[in-house]
RNA sequence: GCUGACGUAGCUCAGUUGGCAGAGCAGCGGUUUCGUAAACCGCAGGUCGUCGGUUCGAGUCCGACCGUCAGCUCCA
């Protein structure tokens, strides 16, 4: 046979016998563990039958990381298989930063158990069983994961499209079905723990049956391994729950779970957070009201509030009325529009609110700040005419960009469309889905589509901001709703005379201010910039003789505007500077005999240490102005 | 809400086979008056999450509830 085929490997021409496989090319790097055959992600033991172009990806690419995972998964499915045969296999995907299984098991397993099933995959890696691809008629696929008694197995092959080319691999006595592709051979594994257990659904659906969850994580190189669990550590030390109690900001009580208690710095900083967003919107023609926070139910009825958030809803019975805690600012805000006639002179109408709002979020969800019962919002409500939508989208997607700025955040953006449980006529929801679209194509952001993930009232714009660990959080949303307007029969005259329909844009930028504060605590590790720090300047006397000295400097920092404390304990310096370290406080003003003579303070820096003395007053103009919002 | 784990002083944690509830830090008092990340001595601080059960005796064993944590689900 001397036919050959041209394949183009690593952007270099090379002829060889059909049927090799690339894992035995010349070319292959050392780190490869899967490549690509013409764009398609394939196993490296996947015969190469016909020209074409071939590409290696490592651990360090996305896709090559998540065959690695991936394998990691069929690893840990292998060795619960040995130790528990009764287990039934659900599914087992890679994740960003790991893989889980989630198997169906007489008993839940315990954490406990955890280091058995390491041992078991060990072993298995040991063995360095090869991983191979078996094709399979559906058919074939149905008898064989019949005859190895996997319901759930059958279940995703009978959900498969007719046209499915239907694989599974085998290593050793274990064979699951799988898209793959996969490692060579299970020793390729050499590094990997098993994180922690929980229940999860199957298929995520709480009427189907619970199925055990391992999570593990996985590494070519136990080095790694040993980094992933410090950069763990690192988030932990960040856990704005341990910083918020340690810098004494907020507590929790079990009395309230779900709303947080601001401590007076807690509340300090939530103030100045708060302050500049509002008079950023004022700035912006944004105009603030504070409505009710509890309407009878009819409003909620009126608004669709109670046929598709009544779950999330605090309700009270009083007098055989139903009242319901305003989740959510809309109506009160359509209430306030609807009040009287509105011209087109009136429009846009920007109203601003940043009252309490409570959501009934299920016991199991809440978490520390960032998903809390009882919050507030840099909510708004942006009444526009039709024309109008396009102008004043591209000032929200302005706004959102200066306030993410100020944080030194970068953000991401999701386009969400119509969810299947909408209200409205379908005309109004792809004219809404379309208007948005184009001011998105507009402002040459970029951005990616979520099918079916918007609001029962229109589609949305979702942000998620990138913070200094490289997590993702979503905070600003901006909503379209056609179907509001309808609801609440809101109108204005147009310049002809005309009655039109007003459309609204629901707004928020940081979203709940507490989960953006929670946010912030973990972005800026506690450590806040001077224009945002509760507690902006320590004034440390060295001894108790400065005393007068220090209250003279602080008097003069309070009448600027900077918030300020003086330590005088009866301790020495060093132990001072070391609380005021650890409060994380960004400038400390050391004064002592010398400093008083002269008349300066003793810079110290959070960050860069001693700065020796300034002259005083001249110092002041300089932290003034070095504290101000960065507003632009 | 569901699965699993956890709940001891303000914080971090120890507490043996069931037998008198402990430490460090923080706090308070005193001594020291000190120049850039922890001076010294002393004092005080707990209904061991709550309620019930087993036991001569429960922080420890059992049950229920509350809360927290890791997830599921949901979402700002």
């Known amino acids: 046979m001397s036919q050959r085929i041209a394949l183009t490997v690593q952007g270099a021409v090379m002829e060889v016998s059909p049927g090799i496989r690339p894992y035995d090319l010349e070319l292959t790097p050392a780190h490869a563990v899967a490549c690509k055959v013409d764009g398609e992600v394939v196993d490296l033991t996947r015969p190469l039958e016909r020209a074409g172009a071939v590409d290696f990806l490592t651990f360090d ?104 080319v239907i694989s599974a691999y085998r290593q050793g006595d274990f064979i699951d079905l799988c898209t793959g592709p996969h490692l060579p051979s299970t020793g390729w594994i050499k590094s990997f723990r098993l994180t922690n257990v929980s229940g999860a659904y199957w298929r995520g659906e709480e009427t189907n049956p619970m199925m055990t969850r391992i999570y593990g994580t996985s590494f070519p190189e136990p080095a790694q391994l040993q980094q992933f669990f410090e950069r763990q550590e690192a988030a932990k030390r960040r856990d704005h729950r341990k910083l918020g109690r340690e810098l004494d900001l907020v507590s929790f009580f079990d009395d309230a779970p779900g709303f947080p208690f601001w401590h007076p710095k807690g509340q300090q900083l939530y103030r100045v957070l708060e302050g500049f967003s509002r008079d950023l919107q004022q700035q912006n023609g944004y105009q603030e009201v504070s409505t009710p926070w509890i309407y009878r139910v009819g409003l909620w009825q009126r608004s669709g509030h109670w046929d598709h958030y009544r779950d999330n809803m605090f309700v009270i019975d ?197 989960r953006f504060l929670g946010i912030l605590i973990e972005h800026y590790a506690g450590a806040f910039p001077l224009w945002l720090a509760p507690e902006q300047v320590r004034v440390i006397p060295i001894t108790d003789g400065q005393a007068g000295y220090a209250a003279a400097v602080q008097g003069a920092l309070r009448e600027r505007g900077m918030r300020s404390a003086i330590d005088a304990s009866n301790q020495k310096l060093g132990y001072k500077v070391r609380a005021a370290q650890l409060a994380k406080v960004p400038v400390m003003l050391v004064v002592g005999a010398r400093d ?33 919002a960065p507003l632009t």
């Open 596 to 628: 008083e003579a002269q008349g300066t303070v003793s810079v110290r820096s959070r960050e860069v240490g001693d700065l020796g003395p300034r002259a005083w007053p001249d110092y002041l103009q300089e932290l003034v102005s070095s504290a101000q």
């Open 61 to 164: 690419d996305d896709e090559g990381k998540r065959v690695f995972r991936h394998s990691s998964a069929h690893l840990l499915a292998q060795a619960v298989k040995r130790l528990w045969p009764q287990a039934r296999l659900g599914t087992g995907p890679a994740l960003a930063e790991g893989f889980y299984y989630d198997i169906w098991l007489p008993e839940p397993l315990q954490e406990s158990d955890l280091e058995q099933i390491e041992r078991a995959m060990a072993e298995i890696v040991a063995e360095d069983l090869v991983i191979e691809r078996v094709e399979l008629e559906r058919e074939q696929a149905l008898a064989l994961f019949a005859e190895r008694d996997e319901p759930f197995k059958l279940e995703i092959i009978r959900r498969l499209p007719e046209a499915a």
């Open 318 to 514: 009083r007098d055989d009325q139903l009242m319901g805690l305003k989740p959510m600012n809309c109506p009160g805000h359509c209430l306030l529009f609807g009040a009287k006639t509105r011209s087109y002179r009136d429009l846009p109408l920007r109203l601003a609110e940043y009252s309490p709002l409570s959501r009934y979020e299920r016991s199991g969800t809440l978490h520390g700040l960032f998903r809390v019962r009882g919050f507030h919002q840099d909510d708004a409500h942006l009444f526009v005419g039709e024309e109008q939508i396009g102008a004043e989208m591209k000032r929200v997607l302005e706004l959102v960009d200066i306030v993410y700025r100020a944080f030194g955040m970068r953000y991401d953006v999701v386009f969400s469309t119509r969810p299947e449980d909408f209200l409205g006529d379908l005309s109004l929801w792809q004219q809404a889905e379309s208007e948005l679209e184009s001011v998105l194509q507009r402002s040459g952001l970029k951005y990616r589509v979520n099918p079916g993930d918007g609001a029962f009232y229109g589609p949305k714009l979702d942000f998620h901001v990138i913070d200094a660990l490289d997590r993702r959080w979503q905070c600003a949303t901006v909503q379209l709703d056609f179907q509001l307007p309808v609801q609440f029969d809101l109108s204005y005259t147009d310049q002809e005379g005309k009655v039109r329909r007003p459309v609204i844009i629901h707004r928020a930028i940081m979203g709940s201010i507490e």
